[in-house]
């Protein structure tokens, strides 16, 4: 296992990527959502409801949202009457999505502080697990996919939504012009924080393609996996079975 990692664009050992991610996710938690809207025009709310009706959440469920800190993802399964479980290692996501969620009054919701890597819920625990826009921030992906794997219950099903690299010819191009030049723009006008959404966007180019994420996630223990690319890959929803 090599001693660095990620961050961005620069390599840093695997201990400062944590650190370094935190402060990112500290510094943006307060405008998180404003600076989703306006980086996606509004359309990630669009890829969240699709997400969640991949999973199909039941009210008999037991599921974990893993990075769900500012609830965006839980509050669309609560709606099902599944019991929901949040998890993040940023506490600072976490406050904003509690806030949220009692002024929205889903009361039934369970929050934890937990890092992906090393979870402390017990063996075959949850009947589902999601994560979105978040597992490209985990220091030690395979490691994370592993636990997922873990926490499942037999027929436990894995969703992740997360940034890709779209196919469609010529959109790439643009997608890069408007992320690199555009998006710390915003970042420094709506949050007073260039920095870290130049990091945000970097973690995107420097994650895996959807070809070779599947394959870490069957390599985790999934099967049946599957891509759905959403803007020909700009997002992607993965999935997989434990059995």
């Known amino acids: 296992m090599s001693d660095t ?14 650190a370094r991610v935190g402060s990112v996710f500290t510094n ?7 600076m989703n809207d306006a980086m996606s025009g509004g359309m990630h709310r669009l ?19 893993m990075a769900g800190g500012t609830g965006d993802i ?26 949220r969620a009692a002024e929205r009054g ?3 919701l369970v929050w934890t502080e937990a890092n992906a890597e090393s979870l402390t819920f017990p063996d075959k625990f949850f009947d589902a697990y999601t994560i979105a826009f978040g597992i490209r921030n985990v220091t030690d992906i395979p490691a994370a996919l592993k636990e997922a794997h873990r926490v499942l219950r037999r027929g436990g099903r894995f969703f992740c939504l997360e940034f890709s690299t ?14 690199h030049k555009l998006v ?20 995107i180019r420097r994650f895996p393609d959807m070809p070779t994420f599947e394959r870490m996630i069957r390599e985790a223990g999934f099967v049946e996996t599957k891509v759905e690319p959403i803007m020909g890959g700009l997002v992607a929803i993965h999935s997989g079975w434990k059995i």
Do not use: C, H
């Not at 890829?47 to 949202?65: E, G, H, N, T």
């Open 5 to 18: 990692v990620s961050f961005g664009y620069e390599d840093v050992p695997r201990d400062e990527k944590v």
């Open 28 to 34: 943006v938690a307060a405008k998180y959502d404003l």
């Open 47 to 65: 890829w969240k409801d699709r997400f969640v009706r991949r999973v199909k959440p039941r009210a008999s469920d037991q599921i974990l949202d």
């Open 74 to 99: 839980a509050f669309r399964l609560a709606e099902s009457g599944a019991s929901i479980t949040v998890a993040d290692i940023n506490p600072a996501m976490l406050e904003v999505g509690m806030k």
């Open 106 to 108: 889903f009361d039934e």
């Open 166 to 179: 779209t196919v469609w010819p010529g959109f790439s191009e643009v997608y890069d012009a408007y992320s």
């Open 184 to 203: 710390p723009k915003l970042g420094q006008m709506l949050a007073g924080d260039a920095d870290s959404y130049r990091y945000l966007i970097e973690s």
